[in-house]
Nanobody
Framework: QVQLVESGGGLVQAGGSLRLSCAASGRTFSSYAMGWFRQAPGKEREFVAV????????NHADSVKGRFTISRDNPKNTVYLQMNSLKPEDTAVYYCAAGRRYTTGWDSYDYWGQGTQVTVSS
């Protein structure tokens, strides 16, 4: 069982930055791929970024590539999402998720956090 708790969301002006954190419980954190997803009101859940258990491989959605960076610190059981050059269309609830597969498909993840709201004003 893995419990995930996100933090770091908030209100920021367009062009600003935020860093989201996701703290995980358990001793097997490094065995899980970690993903970030987001969901805006009235829209489907959307892949943002994913990183392998070792942190050696990562992938970002085209919509955030060059602006967002996923990383992880396994000794601290934490995964991060650094978000720069934020745009109003980045406004959403952001979720971290843990899964056994390195994938962009949200339905392949086993554990989810409660989400953190990110609001970008124009």
């Amino acid at each position: 069982q893995v419990q995930l708790v996100e933090s770091g969301g908030g209100l920021v002006q367009a062009g600003g930055s935020l860093r989201l954190s996701c703290a995980a419980s358990g001793r097997t954190f490094s065995s899980y791929a970690m993903g970030w997803f987001r969901q805006a009101p009235g829209k489907e859940r959307e892949f943002v970024a994913v990183i392998t258990g070792s942190g050696g491989t990562r992938n970002h959605a085209d919509s955030v590539k060059g602006r967002f960076t996923i990383s992880r610190d396994n000794p601290k059981n934490t995964v991060y999402l650094q978000m720069n050059s934020l745009k109003p269309e980045d406004t959403a609830v952001y979720y971290c998720a843990a899964g056994r597969r390195y994938t962009t498909g949200w339905d392949s993840y086993d554990y989810w956090g409660q989400g953190t709201q990110v609001t970008v004003s124009s």
